[in-house]
């Protein structure tokens, strides 16, 4: 058996019922998919059993990636990357319609959703994420104005994206078995009426500048972004004396529009 690496976040996901539950909300059949992080392969096989249009995966791991090639080799309809998906071009790759699965490694879980909504063109070509995330972010994701874990993840997914269906894992899916619990959150890509930020950047820099200093109000960070703090705040109807979770998603849009506008 192949020993997994700490250094890339490896678990493999063995569970045959959690690997069917995958399956089934990605519509495999005649569809374009992209899977990051195949691992072993035991997705893998899974959606191959399916039979995709066609498949990439994209693997970070030398050695799992020469095993993959070796192993999928007669598939034509399968091609894969020895890669970092985090410097990955997914955008240029994948074909229209595309469903991205990913059991996705720990450490970089959020980097790699951030990068998927950083899509140039939007809407994009994929058009569902099947991801696995630790439950704790997966929470950061899900958590909704006014919850204890509501806070950038949850703003800047909203601005792109919609949860349309999640479940729990429990470690014991996993080898080897990690010391927290996972989550398999399932996104469809939507034009969000209340967002009319051009560059996704500069929500991220607006979530990062006001939960940085979470605790404070907000009146700190409305002095960094802007020259007249108060004259901004007026015009946008915002309150400088509450803190960074007292603000609303569609109150976030709104600043990171007001501050677009002002470069």
Not at 59 to 69: A, F, I, M, T, V
């Amino acid at each position: 058996m192949i020993k997994p690496k700490k250094s890339l976040g490896q678990n493999f996901l063995t569970d045959k019922n959690i690997i069917n539950k995958i399956i089934n909300f990605s519509e495999i059949n005649k569809n374009n998919i992209l899977e990051i992080g195949p691992g072993t392969g035991n997705l893998t096989r899974k959606i191959i059993e399916k039979k995709p249009k066609k498949l990439l995966l994209v693997e970070k791991d030398n050695l799992l990636s020469r095993n993959l090639k070796n192993e999928f080799k007669n598939f034509n309809n399968v091609k894969i990357y020895n890669n970092d998906i985090l410097k990955f071009d997914i955008e240029k790759n994948i074909n229209k319609d595309t469903i991205i699965i990913g059991n996705l490694p720990y450490n970089v879980s959020s980097q790699i959703l951030i990068k998927l909504i950083r899509f140039k063109k939007w809407l994009p070509k994929f058009k569902r994420l099947v991801l696995m995330f630790q439950k704790e972010v997966a929470d950061k994701i899900l958590a909704s104005y006014g919850s204890e874990h509501y806070g950038r993840l949850a703003i800047i997914t909203a601005a792109k994206l919609k949860v349309v269906d999640y479940f729990d894992v429990s470690p014991n899916s996993f080898y080897p078995v990690p010391k927290v619990k996972s989550t398999v959150l399932i996104f469809e890509p939507i034009i969000n009426k209340d967002y009319k930020v051009k560059n996704i950047e500069n929500l991220e820099k607006i979530s990062h500048i006001f939960f940085s200093r979470k605790r404070k109000m907000i009146n700190k960070a409305f002095k960094i972004l802007f020259k007249e703090p108060e004259e901004v705040a007026k015009k946008i109807h915002i309150k400088l004396s509450l803190r960074p979770t007292r603000l609303t998603i569609c109150e976030y849009f709104k600043i990171a529009k007001f501050f677009e506008n002002s470069l």
